[in-house]
């Protein structure tokens, strides 16, 4: 009987045990955490859910989360135009498949679908069509927190033909390398599309005049005087983020050259910030005298060497800053937009 009792006791005290340790609370600072306690811990931030895959169209009846199959369905995702921003995802959710922001008049546009393949920061072309109509974009791969995204960015005018197809009756299909997403019209793209480009145009007016007051001169040339010898107009018509590409010093000569190309957030991380010219990322006139360094605008002229995937715009106006019987020669590449130029890459090609 006395056994009976130990063998209870103790199976009670296992019980109590196991049963605290399932109660415990979760401790979203330990650094193991799976992808469910991710889930539980930064809601909204982390996916559990398996990527699109290729040719994918945003489903119109499942549940946005935690739904089972047989469930009835949920609120399908819509179209909404709110705080300067176009988006089309689940109503009252963090599951959204694109998303335009207006910045100082330009579209930076979000979008849910990414080449099987790549790594944050990669460019990718990505092609939007309707109908006959289509418009293509080059595109950078995003990250969440140093960990892989499932979307793509770029940023385009609200005069970009995106908008015409967005306002037009029909799908809209963007496809990159290896996979699409399918933007349908319904629940309100059109409306919604048109009054955030009329929104966002409102605002590229008024920013065109801010920046076309601040711009010393409309001749490219003497923009580039000014440019040069001072930090805050460097600072003001510097577009981010910025496309930097550098030549491999230790490729050369081998046959097979690399060229390091990235996008930079900030103005501080931009490699050629020089803080004793007082901040510039262009060398002033009196830095170049004492380096010996000259400028010279080069629009219209293919740089060298030329890589792909770099900014080649032939409606760029494009500066060089190089050292004359020397190997060095670095690249500026503006393009024009609210009445000004605005600073897009810099292209270091210096062997």
């Given at each position: ?46 996916d559990p859910r398996r990527r699109q895959p290729a040719d994918s169209v945003p489903s119109q009846k499942a549940p946005p989360s935690g739904g089972r199959e047989g469930d009835p369905p949920e609120t399908a995702p819509g179209w909404e135009h709110q705080d300067e921003r176009l988006v089309y995802g689940w109503p009252f959710s963090d599951i959204t498949y694109i998303t335009i922001t207006c910045r100082s008049g330009m579209a930076d546009v979000d979008i849910r679908v990414r080449p099987p393949h790549g790594k944050a920061g990669d ?229």
């Open positions: 009987m006395r056994t009976i009792s130990i063998s209870i006791a103790a199976t009670v005290l296992v019980i109590s045990v196991v049963t605290a340790a399932r109660a415990a609370p979760l401790d979203c600072t330990s650094k193991r955490l799976d992808a469910m306690e991710l889930t539980k811990c930064f809601p909204g931030l982390f460019k990718t072309p990505i092609k939007f069509k309707n109908g006959a109509s289509e418009v293509q974009h080059t595109a950078t791969l995003t990250e969440v927190d140093g960990l892989s995204g499932d979307d793509v960015e770029f940023s385009i005018p609200t005069s970009d033909k995106l908008f015409d197809l967005l306002t037009r009756d029909g799908p809209v299909v963007a496809r990159v390398p290896g996979a699409s997403l399918t933007l349908p019209a319904q629940n309100g793209r059109v409306s919604t599309a048109r009054a955030f480009r009329k929104s966002c145009a409102s605002q590229q007016i008024t920013e065109v005049r801010k920046a076309s007051d601040a711009c010393q001169s409309q001749d490219f040339s003497k923009f580039m005087e000014a440019f040069s010898d001072s930090a805050d107009m460097q600072r003001r018509f510097t577009s981010l983020p910025l496309e930097y590409g550098q030549l491999d010093m230790e490729s050369l000569g081998t046959g097979h050259e690399k060229y390091n190309l990235r996008m930079i957030a900030t103005f501080e991380e931009i490699p050629s910030l020089d803080r004793r010219d007082g901040g510039t990322i262009f060398p002033s006139k009196s830095r170049r005298t004492k380096g010996r360094l000259l400028m010279r605008d080069v629009t219209g002229e293919p740089e060298r060497p030329e890589f792909p995937e770099e900014r080649r715009s032939p409606e760029d106006s494009v500066a060089i800053l190089y050292l004359e019987g020397s190997g060095f020669h670095i690249y500026f590449r503006f393009a024009r937009s609210q009445g000004c130029w605005f600073l897009h890459a810099i292209h270091d090609k210096s062997t």
